[in-house]
């Protein structure tokens, strides 16, 4: 009983403080986009440095109307954006903060993640088939493209620190890990981290949304709170995002001075800024574009990066 109840007080506390880490990621895009882009409105909102800007836009989406299309599946519309946030949410009970702070530690823990990060992705491909909306169908088809994708050198990419470390648990993988792995995975660590924008939608690689092309592609029929939620979603993939990146290529909770989860909070977030970062400074890319740069580009690397480290098996054996 006393085991139960300590896992159940694990999972509260790492959920309670993964579903604020979503939250502050978004007050923080509104920030760095607002001095990057010099946009000034996010930085009023309630005085000090616009403290209430995130408050402004929750109050927002819960006064709007909850439309349902007349043509639109409506079931199917309905639980679309919970597909598309329930599963980030699930992977963070495996994620580890800490040392021995992690929710359940699985044997396939990698396995695990890479399997329920892919079925997010499902939530789009359903909201756009369920609108009944031509634009929010193309969406989704571009959804489902750039999934078949970027799936493959993502998984590569992760195989490779699997490899190295000889282990498929997230706990078992940071213990392993050596700063001087930074060299000899950067590959790895490149190729994941550009597959994981990718599938997440995320600026250069969010031609399924591209609002100037298709409004909002999948969620152009959405409103109110199921907006809101597909918003929430995409900010949740950043924190898994930085968190596995953090966790398989950047040692985790692994640092000086400073207490395990602290370091880990902190590489989460400079690798959150880059998300943000990115979307400021780069242009989006065109469809043949994506996938000229996942099959010839990620796909490849990613395959260089295992032979890598394969060598590099085999020489310390």
């Known amino acids: 009983m006393a085991e139960v109840l300590d896992l159940v007080l694990r999972l509260v506390l790492i959920l309670a403080v993964f579903l604020v880490l979503p939250l502050i990621v978004g007050q923080t895009e509104h920030k760095v986009m607002a001095h990057m882009q010099s946009r000034l409105g996010p930085m009023y909102a309630g005085g000090f440095h616009g403290w209430a800007q995130l408050i402004a836009d929750g109050v927002k989406f819960m006064q709007k109307e909850d439309v349902v299309p007349a043509a639109a599946d409506r079931r199917i519309f309905s639980i679309a954006p919970a597909v598309a946030l329930v599963p980030y949410l699930v992977v963070l009970a495996v994620i580890p903060i800490g040392p021995g702070l992690v929710g359940t530690d699985l044997n396939v823990g990698l396995f695990f993640v890479l399997a329920v990060m892919g079925v997010g992705v499902l939530g789009s491909i359903m909201a756009g088939w369920s609108s009944g909306n031509k634009f929010s169908v193309l969406g989704g088809m571009r959804s489902a493209a750039q999934l078949v994708s970027y799936e493959l050198p993502l998984v590569l990419a992760a195989s490779s620190v699997a490899m190295a470390a000889g282990t498929l648990s997230l706990p078992g993988i ?131 990066q295992l032979a890598i480290t394969g060598v590099v098996k085999v020489a310390l054996a």
């Open 174 to 304: 940071v213990e392993a890990w050596e700063w001087w792995w930074l060299p000899w995975q950067a590959i790895g660590l490149a190729v994941f981290f550009i597959a994981g924008l990718a599938e997440l939608r995320r600026p250069p690689f969010d031609m399924p949304i591209a609002e100037s092309e298709i409004i909002m592609g999948p969620m152009t029929e959405y409103t109110g709170i199921r907006f809101a939620l597909f918003l929430l979603a995409e900010y949740a993939g950043i924190v898994v995002l930085s968190a596995l990146t953090t966790v398989l290529f950047l040692g985790g909770w692994q640092g000086p001075l400073l207490p395990g989860p602290v370091w880990t909070l902190i590489k989460v977030f400079a690798l959150a800024f880059v998300v943000i970062w990115v979307r400021v400074s780069y242009p989006r890319l065109r469809e043949d574009q994506l996938q000229k740069l996942a099959w010839l580009g990620l796909v490849p690397l990613a395959l260089l």
